[in-house]
């Protein structure tokens, strides 16, 4: 469970409704005012904003569980585009009702800047990794950094053509240096949970 779902609960927000949405249709778009505030039921969603030559830049891809364009509960409208990567059902909150809930209890308030700062972090290192210019090495990194602290399992959230969104890279290349990893011995994977040797 995300961050933030675990907050809606604790501070007894419930959301208004559901809403069904298919594979490749828009949620939003950027510039479209805010008027509520969405996590991932079923499925994944896709953040992403355009380039200057119209290709979609991934910004971030929510799975089940988790909220996204969170900051847009302190702006009046969205700064990206969201899509559907498959077909997926979201739970929709109010965001009045959310901000006068984090109003009422400073220490939730602080809990859910506390949210933020990790994910801008998470964020910043996304940045960094696409910037690799292996593919093997990028998604080496990428895998590395959703690892707990001294750990050497992790179970990724979303699919593997959404993390191939994510990382800039063919979901073909993915597939074909997830395998190449697990033929050196250096991860064993089953579905989308890794675990390092």
């Given at each position: 469970m995300?961050?933030?779902?675990g ?15 298919r ?14 505030f ?25 799975g ?29 909150y ?11 209890h ?5 809990g ?7 994910h ?5 290192t996304?940045?960094?990794?696409i910037?690799i210019?292996?593919?093997r ?11 707990p602290?001294?750990?050497c399992e992790?179970?990724?959230s ?12 063919a979901?073909e290349?993915v ?8 033929r ?14």
């Open positions: 995300d961050e933030v779902t907050l809606l609960r604790s501070l007894k927000v419930r959301p208004l409704a559901q809403r069904r949405i594979k490749g249709a828009l949620l939003f778009t950027s510039g479209d005012p805010v008027a509520c969405y996590v991932v039921g079923k499925g994944s969603i896709r953040m992403e904003r355009s380039a200057p030559d119209g290709v979609g830049i991934t910004i971030y891809v929510a089940p569980g988790h909220a996204f364009a969170e900051a847009s509960l302190f702006s009046d409208t969205y700064h990206c585009d969201a899509v559907a990567v498959e077909n997926s059902e979201l739970l929709v109010s965001k009045p009702r959310i901000l006068a809930a984090l109003r009422e400073s220490d939730a308030a602080l859910y800047m506390a949210h933020l700062a990790r801008v972090q998470t964020l910043r996304r940045l960094g990794v910037h210019k292996s593919a090495e990028r998604l080496l990194v990428y895998i590395r950094s959703q690892l602290v001294h750990g992790v179970e990724l979303g699919n593997w053509k959404a993390i191939s969104s994510e990382l800039h890279l979901h290349t597939y074909r240096e997830l395998a190449r990893l697990e050196e011995g250096v991860l064993a994977r089953k579905g989308m949970h890794i675990t390092f040797r």
